[in-house]
């Protein structure tokens, strides 16, 4: 299941060279000026690039299935509780440092350009630097209590990043959505994480991931299920599945490079990464297994609808991420642990190009984020253009991009795995095609047809710098050429990533049943729904373009619905946003406002009347005194001489 691990001396350097970053941008970047900024930031997260292409080699140089392993230093000692700051680099670990400093150093370089006007430069690349180093502490943690220190610093980061430019309510507002959804995911999360401490049985507890591994089976079947329902429950927040999906469309209102970095590199890949280093505790449990596949298939369709009929052009990638991350935990839930991962490579490539690409379209309309005011700006723009129709043609999985190979073992695993079904395939079909639709609805609005863009921002159009295409063409050519490493079984080299990743996922072998030419028909299926949705739309938007428009007005009540997002944002603030903030204000005006506050008040006034009475009698007067002992005395004796 773990192979021995070898010790090294350097994985410490992949997560802290971001933090120098941190810490130059905070203290020295803002007098040192934008140029430092410029080299600095990006450098620290290539030259961790460069550190973790060096792990992942010495990785293949060790027995099948080892790992890389550093321990820095003991950090909790309570009880029977006993972590350290350790590292651990196998293939699964190997792959996600590769994508967040390689994305993520691409995303640095766009962003120089992108940003290169705004006034929190050196605090944009302070935030971005965070991120990476969060998320490289959450995929090279060898315990979970290390593991959820990167989740919450993506968290965090993500607050910071979606709200930057926070003098504006709606970012603000965005921002702190964000922040507090993904707090009632990770209290799952946590309730999870105690459940396996709780469950390890006697002696000191590490919680690393091979100690869990080893107790695994021991842990009661019923327990088993709750505790990765729990964790899931704070993936579908990190990850935004259905229930817990509605922050991140609102997190398109940060700069557009921070919406690449999260939506292709970092934070909401977590959860799908979080399964698959847990595959030996999910795969115990099939009915935990199935809620995953299920609610993944679900999230893909019903995001994939809304995509349908967004108009901004951020909108609608961010329907499409929340799409993508379904089908990878289809694929998880299914068992296909490894092509759960592939994706999430192949989507780390394209949705990261589509998002750079968008922010190049914003750039070049001055702002601009509105496709119907767009068209026609390939003949402006064309690396842009060029480089964007690559992304599509990967996310909606037209071969030899990259997204047909790993879109399609997923929903083969989804057709075929014991853990599988038919209706999960169907539905995942379904979804694929509807996004070949909105994907070139998109490309046709903005790049084909006639410009409707106004006459000032047509007079600033142009391509965007160096800096921003540069980044777009290598985002293209692994979008076109990712997804060569897991190619079907029997085609040229194979399924060479899968091959990688087997020993990670030993433990988690699941059967399938399935020939060739089953394999085959559904290969057909796939293409041919993303050939159907390309059609559709290329008739919807170029040979008749005020069909759409007629087909909305004839479902005007599905049309609305859907448009309108179903109202889940409306239903969640009738069924917690107001009830909350009515209770609070109940809270706040009676109970502590009238009841506290009245009986901490009121028995300060009781001091203060009684002080008011025996102040009186208190008056510092050496004469008052007197009289007042002798007409006290007089009253004594009065009193005895009565009796």
């Known amino acids: 299941m773990h192979a021995a691990a070898t010790p090294v001396e350097f994985l410490w350097l992949i997560p802290v060279l971001p933090a120098l970053g941190v810490l130059f941008n905070l203290f020295v970047g803002p007098r040192a000026g934008r140029g430092a900024v410029n080299v600095v930031s990006p450098a620290v997260?290539?030259?961790?690039?460069?550190?973790?292409?060096?792990?992942?080699?010495?990785?293949?140089?060790?027995?099948?299935?080892?790992?890389?392993?550093?321990?820095?230093?003991?950090?909790?000692?309570?009880?029977?509780?006993?972590?350290?700051?350790?590292?651990?680099?196998?293939?699964?670990?190997?792959?996600?440092?590769?994508?967040?400093?390689?994305?993520?150093?691409?995303?640095?370089?766009?962003?120089?350009?992108?940003?290169?006007?705004?006034?929190?430069?050196?605090?944009?690349?302070?935030?971005?630097?965070?991120?990476?180093?969060?998320?490289?502490?959450?995929?090279?943690?060898?315990?979970?209590?290390?593991?959820?220190?990167?989740?919450?610093?993506?968290?965090?980061?993500?607050?910071?990043?979606?709200?930057?430019?926070?003098?504006?309510?709606?970012?603000?507002?965005?921002?702190?959505k964000a922040f507090i959804v993904n707090r009632v995911g990770d209290a799952g999360f946590l309730l999870g994480v105690f459940l396996i401490f709780w469950h390890l049985g006697s002696g000191p507890h590490t919680l690393r991931f091979t100690e869990i591994a080893a107790h695994a089976k021991d842990i009661p079947l019923d327990t088993v299920t709750l505790i990765t329902l729990l964790l899931f429950v704070g993936a579908t927040g990190k990850s935004a599945q259905l229930p817990l999906y509605v922050w991140l469309p609102d997190a398109m209102a940060g700069p557009t490079p921070v919406s690449a970095l999260i939506h292709a590199a970092t934070m909401v890949t977590a959860g799908v990464y979080m399964i698959a280093r847990l595959n030996f505790l999910y795969i115990l449990s099939p009915t935990t297994m199935a809620v995953v596949a299920t609610i993944g298939v679900l999230t893909a369709l019903f995001a994939a609808t809304i995509g349908l009929m967004q108009n901004d052009i951020k909108k609608v990638l961010a329907y499409s991420t929340i799409s993508q991350l379904g089908y990878m935990f289809l694929g998880v839930g299914v068992g296909a642990f490894s092509t759960g991962i592939f994706?999430?490579?192949?989507?780390?490539?394209?949705?990261?190009?589509?998002?750079?690409?968008?922010?190049?379209?914003?750039?070049?309309?001055?702002?601009?984020?509105?496709m119907q005011k767009m068209g026609g700006l390939r003949a402006y723009m064309p690396i842009t253009f060029w480089t964007f129709f690559a992304g599509t043609m990967a996310i909606a999985g037209f071969p030899p991009f990259a997204g047909f190979f790993s879109k399609d073992a997923i929903l083969a695993a989804a057709f075929g795995s014991e853990y599988g079904s038919w209706w999960l395939w169907l539905l995942g079909l379904i979804a694929a095609g509807l996004t070949s639709f909105y994907m070139f609805r998109l490309v046709f609005l903005t790049f084909f047809g006639d410009c409707r863009v106004d006459e000032h921002a047509k007079h600033h159009l142009h391509e965007s710098p160096s800096s921003m295409?540069?980044?777009?063409?290598?985002?293209?050519?692994?979008?076109?050429?990712?997804?060569?490493?897991?190619?079907?079984?029997?085609?040229?080299?194979?399924?060479?990533?899968?091959?990688?990743?087997?020993?990670?996922?030993?433990?988690?072998?699941?059967?399938?049943?399935?020939?060739?030419?089953?394999?085959?028909?559904?290969?057909?299926?796939?293409?041919?729904?993303?050939?159907?949705?390309?059609?559709?739309?290329?008739?919807?938007?170029?040979?008749?373009?005020?069909?759409?428009?007629?087909?909305?007005?004839?479902?005007?009540?599905?049309?609305?619905?859907?448009?309108?997002?179903?109202?889940?944002?409306?239903?969640?603030?009738?069924?917690?946003?107001?009830?909350?903030?009515?209770?609070?204000?109940?809270?706040?005006?009676?109970?502590?406002?009238?009841?506290?506050?009245?009986?901490?008040?009121?028995?300060?006034?009781?001091?203060?009347?009684?002080?008011?009475?025996?102040?009186?009698?208190?008056?510092?007067?050496?004469?008052?005194?007197?009289?007042?002992?002798?007409?006290?005395?007089m009253a004594i004796l009065g009193y005895y001489a009565l009796r």
């Open 45 to 176: 997260v290539g030259v961790a690039f460069g550190v973790a292409c060096y792990a992942f080699s010495r990785v293949f140089g060790l027995p099948h299935g080892a790992a890389l392993e550093q321990d820095v230093y003991p950090w909790i000692t309570a009880g029977m509780l006993q972590v350290h700051v350790a590292f651990r680099l196998d293939a699964l670990s190997g792959v996600m440092i590769l994508i967040v400093t390689g994305v993520g150093f691409l995303i640095h370089v766009y962003s120089t350009g992108y940003m290169h006007e705004d006034e929190g430069y050196a605090r944009y690349f302070a935030y971005l630097n965070l991120f990476t180093f969060s998320m490289l502490i959450l995929v090279m943690a060898d315990s979970l209590p290390l593991m959820f220190v990167g989740w919450e610093g993506v968290g965090v980061c993500s607050y910071l990043l979606i709200g930057f430019w926070f003098d504006k309510e709606a970012n603000a507002s965005a921002g702190k």
């Open 343 to 370: 994706h999430l490579m192949t989507h780390a490539f394209f949705k990261g190009l589509l998002f750079l690409g968008s922010g190049s379209v914003i750039h070049g309309m001055s702002g601009e984020q509105d």
């Open 469 to 633: 295409t540069m980044p777009l063409v290598v985002l293209a050519i692994l979008s076109l050429t990712g997804g060569w490493i897991g190619l079907p079984e029997g085609w040229l080299w194979g399924d060479r990533f899968g091959e990688l990743l087997a020993p990670v996922f030993s433990a988690a072998h699941v059967s399938e049943h399935m020939s060739s030419s089953t394999e085959a028909a559904l290969m057909g299926a796939s293409v041919a729904v993303a050939a159907i949705g390309l059609g559709v739309a290329y008739l919807f938007y170029l040979v008749q373009p005020g069909l759409p428009m007629l087909l909305a007005w004839k479902a005007k009540g599905a049309y609305n619905l859907i448009f309108n997002k179903y109202y889940i944002d409306e239903l969640y603030d009738a069924l917690f946003v107001r009830p909350t903030v009515t209770l609070s204000n109940f809270l706040w005006r009676t109970v502590d406002a009238e009841v506290i506050d009245g009986v901490v008040n009121g028995a300060a006034n009781v001091v203060n009347a009684n002080s008011g009475l025996w102040r009186r009698w208190q008056t510092g007067n050496v004469q008052q005194y007197a009289i007042s002992m002798l007409l006290g005395a």
